[in-house]
């Protein structure tokens, strides 16, 4: 103890520095040359800083509807390959119903239809038809992952609202749980959010008659869908569309999506950017259209239905809709989130307004400073000038944490002050620790210097076990917990990290520059 390495002091005051400065822009504006990692404030949570509180229902057998209507192309696909003829393809529910024109094909149809869609229970049915019926096992698989797959899209959409840490989990078995901190859009949010977002590109049927098929002549193979609602003259109409069933591309093919300027009509657009395999698609059906239109789908709208002019290799595609600027980038981030597995609903919406989360501040901050003054307070008075150094090395806790929460960019709760509290009283334990074995020595009549560094030596391996043990179990919580468990597992790990540092070697080196220059030391204020 009588000298203390000279770069762990350096170290201390660069950690001491950098603490300053990453906590600085919790109190005040930072000048514009601060360093960019030292300039954000920590975020605060939505029970602190207020915000909205939804709860979404996912449309799950939508789901289960929607991936049984995909077979039917593979269905369709399937038997063309195999030249067997059929004369009706449809889906019901979660069953496939297909009936075949030829009774010689039966056994061909049947061995096909098992060996293809072997998720699905095969049965026949008299005219010469199959129901192929989802089973129940795969159906409930689906329905999990349309909530999980939703979850990720969702928040996908929130993160590029550039909101920090929201709160995005699984309630039970169709339900998610979304808390925006600090947003209070709640309209925009819940548009954003509940969009489905399915696109599509299908080709325009030139040929087919579109009178005949309003009528209800519809030719096979083909749909009639129509465009966004117009006004003209007090009326209010529709354009319909003759396209065919088949999509030729999707919205799971898109890479980007971005707000750009339509240079025909000067107005805000968004510009598509397909994947490698989308792209290839799309370059074979403008090369073998040429001349003919495709419409663009988005949300069962057609969007627009362009001519195509020449051949488009480059991978790319434009919306356009008479959009504003909001419009325009809210589209293009739903786009870029990708498309919501099926629909969702609001069954439960809170907004959080600030005062209530102030109120909560106010008394988390309380508890922080009542804490922090008794424990002082008793270091103080029973440890005496150690109990000093101590108190300073809490200190100098307290302020590397506010400046690694603010740094790492975590979101600060009220479990999160517990565990600033929490953290308090265990950085505090350390110490307690360490001056016990110091007293101990001292009884055992060793002399002061070497009654500290025993005591040192003896309460390290202690300190490292507890605070190792206590920090794995915050990281389980961090892995496996959400919203406020995570928020107490982050303030506690960082403060374990923190005490560790500032109860070992901080106060060691209080002490030790404090009696290296005394020489002979005969008593501790201990």
Wanted: proline letters at 4%.
């Amino acid at each position: 103890m009588h000298t203390f390495p000279r770069w762990k002091i350096w170290l201390i005051l660069t950690v001491l520095v950098v603490s300053l400065m990453g906590s600085l822009p919790n109190v005040t504006n930072v000048p514009s040359w601060w360093p960019a990692a030292l300039s954000n404030p920590m975020s605060l949570g939505l029970d602190l800083k207020g915000g909205i509180h939804l709860v979404l229902d996912v449309d799950v057998d939508k789901a289960v509807t929607h991936s049984v209507e995909e077979d039917i192309d593979t269905a369709r696909q399937t038997l063309r390959k195999e030249k067997i003829r059929y004369s009706k393809l449809a889906s019901e529910g979660n069953s496939l119903h297909i009936s075949i024109k030829q009774a010689d094909d039966l056994p061909a149809a049947e061995a096909l239809l098992k060996e293809t869609f072997i998720n699905y229970d095969l049965a026949s049915a008299a005219d010469n038809s199959f129901i192929l019926t989802l089973k129940s096992s795969i159906a409930d698989e689906t329905r999990k992952f349309a909530v999980d797959q939703a979850i990720e899209v969702i928040r996908g959409r929130i993160d590029a609202l550039g909101t920090t840490e929201p709160v995005i989990v699984k309630q039970g078995k169709r339900r998610i749980l979304v808390q925006i901190p600090g947003y209070e859009d709640s309209a925009r949010a819940k548009q954003l959010i509940g969009r489905t977002a399915e696109l599509q590109f299908k080709l325009v049927d030139e040929k087919g008659d579109l009178e005949k098929a309003m009528a209800g002549s519809i030719p096979p193979g083909d749909i009639i869908m129509y465009g966004p609602e117009k006004t003209r003259n007090g009326q209010v109409s529709r354009q319909p569309y003759l396209l065919k069933k088949h999509t030729e591309l999707g919205g799971s093919e898109i890479s980007d999506a971005r707000v750009s300027i339509d240079s025909r009509f000067n107005e805000y657009a968004v510009t598509l950017k397909f994947n490698s395999k989308g792209s290839r698609k799309f370059d074979k059906l403008t090369g073998s259209h040429v001349g003919e239109r495709f419409a663009i789908i988005l949300e069962g709208v057609v969007n627009s239905a362009p001519v195509i002019r020449e051949r488009i290799s480059g991978g790319s595609a434009q919306i356009t809709g008479s959009f504003s600027p909001a419009e325009a980038h809210d589209l293009a981030i739903i786009l870029r989130a990708g498309a919501l597995p099926a629909p969702v609903q609001v069954v439960e919406e809170r907004s959080i307004g600030p005062s209530l989360g102030q109120d909560s501040i106010d008394q988390g901050m309380n508890s922080i400073i009542i804490g922090t003054i008794l424990v002082l307070i008793f270091m103080a008075v029973y440890y005496r000038m150690f109990g000093m150094v101590a108190n300073v090395a809490l200190v100098f806790n307290m302020l590397l944490i506010l400046a690694v929460m603010s740094m790492i960019g975590s979101t600060l709760t009220l479990p999160g002050m517990a565990g600033i509290v929490l953290t308090i009283g265990m950085a505090v334990d350390a110490n307690v620790l360490i001056f016990e074995r110091i007293r101990e020595e001292l009884s055992l009549g060793k002399t002061p210097l070497a009654a500290i560094d025993g005591g040192y030596a003896k309460a390290f391996s202690t300190i490292v076990d507890a605070n190792i043990t206590t920090l794995i179990a915050a990281i389980v919580l961090f892995q496996f917990g959400s919203g406020p468990v995570k928020g107490f597992a982050v303030t506690l790990s960082v403060g374990i990290l923190a005490s560790m540092f500032t109860a070992i070697t901080v106060t060691r080196a209080i002490i030790a520059l404090s009696t290296e220059k005394r020489g002979r030391i005969e008593k501790l204020s201990i």
